[in-house]
């Protein structure tokens, strides 16, 4: 072999070499999409098998408390459409009667009933304990509850009323503790059944001029938690769904006191309709989800919020760890923007006293 040969040889044995070497990356970048790949697909197959099995709603008992107006109504529409029975509680008889009139005329079959009982959840744990028995008697037991009853108050924290605190968190918080407490002995005895409860996006981020409204929102996330550790071995499932601002009489009602700041920030999220709101939150409990959230930002809320609450698939936890770092990141700009609307409003605040001062 003459010495040219040999050259050539070396110098085509060298490029082979390190063209693998150049190429190495690339493989492995391969073969790590390709890991990826096959885990997300494994745990989409097995995350059905994890998950809890959906709860048929055609002949289960729903109740459904604050259930005369809004959001409540429409989940009792919405059940009602899937052949539930029905128990409305709420305080205003009148208004009680008229929903079960709106309700009864999406029956799907003879058999279904609304049934109508008048107390307020929030004042006497007897007296709820004495309806939700009564209501079982008549449509046996609870297969699903829905603790939709509760009050909105918006303000600065000086200027709400220090017994509006106490208010909010007996409506709020104790409104859905009391019903839940008087259906667990009977979900627990049958393994089965369905608890939600009905939080708020300001359940999910303290806001300017929510003081009073948010923590009482907030204490419903802690109270699911440790109700589903405790409850879950039995086969029942809490939701918590956080709806945004939704068009209901009490958005209506808390919007003629609600401050320049809180509507503006408000207004970055737009207005739900409940019956869009309804379908989202009943479709989650059915499922067995802990979060249930609409739209865009309220996914994003609930990932960012998630900490150490619970997961029904794998999936989800898998999406709320993928997406944390980027959710957090914008985030920062709607915190940030929210901070500006503050910051102008109160400048323009002083601005017009200084000028009603000069004249």
Same mark, same amino acid.
């Given at each position: 072999?003459?010495?040219?040969?040999?050259?050539?040889?070396?110098?085509?044995?060298?490029?082979?070499?390190?063209?693998?070497?150049?190429?190495?990356?690339?493989?492995?970048?391969?073969?790590?999409?390709?890991?990826?790949?096959?885990?997300?697909?494994?745990?989409?197959?097995?995350?059905?098998?994890?998950?809890?099995? +959906?709860?048929?709603?055609?002949?289960?008992?729903?109740?459904?408390?604050?259930?005369?107006?809004?959001?409540?109504?429409?989940?009792?529409?919405?059940?009602?459409?899937?052949?539930?029975?029905?128990?409305?509680?709420?305080?205003?008889?009148?208004?009680?009667?008229?929903?079960?009139?709106?309700?009864?005329?999406?029956?799907?079959?003879?058999?279904?009933?609304?049934?109508?009982?008048?107390?307020?959840?929030?004042?006497?744990?007897?007296?709820?304990?004495?309806?939700?028995?009564?209501?079982?008697?008549?449509?046996?037991?609870?297969?699903?509850?829905?603790?939709?009853?509760?009050?909105?108050?918006?303000?600065?924290?000086? $200027?709400?009323?220090?017994?509006?605190?106490?208010?909010?968190?007996?409506?709020?918080?104790?409104?859905?503790?009391?019903?839940?407490?008087?259906?667990?002995?009977?979900?627990?005895?049958?393994?089965?059944?369905?608890?939600?409860?009905?939080?708020?996006?300001?359940?999910?981020?303290?806001?300017?001029?929510?003081?009073?409204?948010?923590?009482?929102?907030?204490?419903?996330?802690?109270?699911?938690?440790?109700?589903?550790?405790?409850?879950?071995?039995?086969?029942?499932?809490?939701?918590?769904?956080?709806?945004?601002?939704?068009?209901?009489?009490?958005?209506?009602?808390?919007?003629?006191?609600?401050?320049?700041?809180?509507?503006?920030?408000?207004?970055?999220?737009?207005?739900?309709?409940?019956?869009?709101?309804?379908?989202?939150?009943?479709?989650?409990?059915?499922?067995?989800?802990?979060?249930?959230?609409?739209?865009? $930002?309220?996914?994003?809320?609930?990932?960012?919020?998630?900490?150490?609450? +619970?997961?029904?698939?794998?999936?989800?936890?898998?999406?709320?760890?993928?997406?944390?770092?980027?959710?957090?990141?914008?985030?920062?700009?709607?915190?940030?923007?929210?901070?500006?609307?503050?910051?102008?409003?109160?400048?323009?605040?002083?601005?017009?006293?200084?000028?009603?001062?000069?004249?």
């Amino acid at each position: 072999m003459s010495s040219e040969e040999g050259l050539s040889s070396t110098i085509t044995d060298w490029l082979f070499i390190n063209s693998w070497w150049l190429l190495l990356p690339f493989i492995m970048l391969l073969v790590v999409a390709a890991f990826i790949v096959a885990f997300v697909l494994l745990l989409y197959m097995i995350s059905p098998l994890i998950s809890p099995k +959906p709860l048929k709603l055609n002949g289960a008992h729903v109740v459904v408390t604050g259930g005369s107006s809004g959001i409540g109504k429409s989940i009792a529409v919405e059940c009602y459409k899937q052949g539930a029975f029905i128990t409305l509680v709420a305080r205003d008889e009148a208004k009680l009667l008229q929903a079960k009139k709106e309700v009864e005329k999406f029956a799907i079959n003879d058999k279904q009933v609304v049934l109508c009982i008048s107390v307020d959840v929030s004042s006497d744990y007897s007296q709820v304990e004495s309806v939700i028995k009564q209501a079982q008697e008549k449509l046996g037991p609870v297969d699903m509850l829905v603790n939709c009853a509760g009050l909105a108050i918006s303000g600065k924290f000086e $200027d709400v009323e220090v017994d509006r605190f106490k208010k909010l968190m007996e409506v709020n918080y104790l409104g859905s503790v009391y019903p839940t407490r008087a259906v667990i002995t009977t979900m627990k005895e049958r393994r089965m059944g369905r608890i939600m409860f009905v939080s708020s996006q300001a359940g999910q981020i303290g806001l300017f001029g929510y003081t009073a409204y948010s923590p009482s929102k907030f204490a419903l996330r802690g109270l699911a938690e440790s109700l589903q550790m405790e409850i879950k071995p039995y086969n029942i499932y809490v939701t918590v769904a956080y709806p945004p601002d939704t068009e209901t009489p009490g958005l209506a009602e808390e919007n003629k006191t609600k401050p320049l700041e809180t509507k503006l920030i408000s207004e970055t999220s737009g207005v739900c309709q409940p019956d869009q709101v309804a379908k989202i939150i009943v479709r989650d409990a059915v499922q067995g989800n802990f979060n249930s959230s609409v739209g865009p $930002d309220g996914y994003m809320l609930s990932a960012l919020t998630c900490g150490m609450s +619970p997961v029904t698939s794998i999936t989800e936890g898998l999406q709320q760890i993928v997406t944390m770092g980027l959710f957090r990141t914008i985030a920062l700009f709607y915190l940030g923007s929210f901070d500006s609307i503050v910051r102008r409003c109160m400048i323009q605040r002083e601005q017009s006293k200084a000028a009603d001062k000069r004249e």
